[in-house]
């Protein structure tokens, strides 16, 4: 019996290949829908005007003054993507990271440019301080290591700022014990009870993070981030530090990065069914860009299937580089 004649002689119940065999139907039994309204877009903001800077280790991806950022944000809400998340290059650094809350720092300002030229986007603030300290740590050091207590104040007065500028949502990246209740009660205190909390809250020490640094020039000058960043060995203690983040008031959560970490995307969801985030980093985004220019990967097959991946985890709102390609490629 040859193999067309065998395969005849099999009696199946199911045979899952006829919903694969057309595009059609594979898209209409789709399980993970991907849009273009889950991505938030990283823009990194500078002083000056007319400033465009690419980032050599992240093709793509540039440092904006703020008229540009403007520019960008209207572009990416041309292409689908409704929000866009702005960190911070000052003009000037000291060892408390006092520009973290100047009212006319990059950030703030595209805030208040952004709402002027497109109020409907959503505007995020990453709110840390290691952009803005001559150290290039994450708060204020005290004897070498990060102070809690002291870092969370500045936060505090960081987060207020923005919020004063306009921002829709403030997003403290520094994982300090009790800032999300710090900023949550400040921010109500000023009356500005509608600006959401969309909280780091397992923030891995990740070695993905390397481009990042080169972007928001915001390398440690010595020692690293193990203090306060999660041990890529743990899940449980996620579980606990969303379950804190949420119980002092954060209105989303998020898991950084995002696909080496898709186990801890799913528990998060599963555990709380809250507002999920799920951040695509750097290096994630810049492997792909690398392997993509030696003919090793197809760049946007991979793009896609790799968001697909961090929605099918659970994640509710992915924050990517690839946000306005991804976006026109859902479109055509």
Request: with cysteine; aromatic share 6%.
């Amino acid at each position: 019996m040859n193999p067309v004649q065998s395969a005849h002689t099999l009696e199946l119940v199911r045979r899952a290949r006829r919903l694969r065999r057309s595009t059609g139907v594979r898209g209409m039994v789709r399980e993970t829908r991907l849009s273009a309204e889950q991505f938030l877009y990283p823009l990194f903001v500078c002083g000056g005007t007319g400033a465009r800077r690419e980032v050599p280790s992240m093709p793509g991806v540039f440092q904006l003054s703020v008229d540009e950022a403007v520019r960008e944000t209207e572009a990416a809400r041309a292409d689908g993507v409704p929000g866009v998340l702005l960190f911070g290059l000052p003009d000037n650094k000291d060892d408390i990271g006092s520009a973290a809350y100047d009212a006319d720092a990059p950030v703030q300002s595209a805030v208040r440019a952004i709402k002027r030229s497109i109020p409907d986007t959503i505007v995020v603030t990453d709110v840390c301080l290691c952009e803005y300290t001559s150290h290039g740590h994450c708060g204020i050091l005290v004897d070498h290591e990060v102070a809690n207590d002291a870092t969370v104040d500045q936060l505090v007065r960081a987060a207020v700022s923005h919020a004063a500028a306009g921002a829709d949502i403030v997003a403290p990246s520094d994982m300090m014990d009790g800032r999300v209740g710090a900023i949550r009660r400040e921010l109500d205190s000023r009356g500005f009870e509608q600006v959401a909390i969309m909280s780091y809250a397992a923030k891995y020490c990740s070695g993905f993070y390397g481009p990042f640094r080169d972007a928001a020039d915001s390398a440690p000058k010595f020692g690293d981030r193990r203090t306060h960043q999660m041990d890529p060995a743990n899940v449980e203690e996620a579980l606990r530090e969303v379950a804190q983040d949420i119980e002092e008031g954060a209105d989303i959560v998020m898991v950084k990065p995002a696909m080496p970490y898709l186990d801890v995307v799913r528990r998060v969801k599963d555990a709380f069914n809250f507002p999920t985030a799920a951040y695509q980093v750097s290096g994630e985004y810049s492997m792909i860009k690398a392997a993509a220019a030696r003919g090793w990967l197809d760049e946007p097959r991979i793009m896609m299937e790799s968001l697909t991946a961090i929605a099918r985890a659970g994640a509710d709102i992915i924050i990517t580089y690839y946000a306005r390609e991804a976006a026109r490629a859902l479109k055509s």
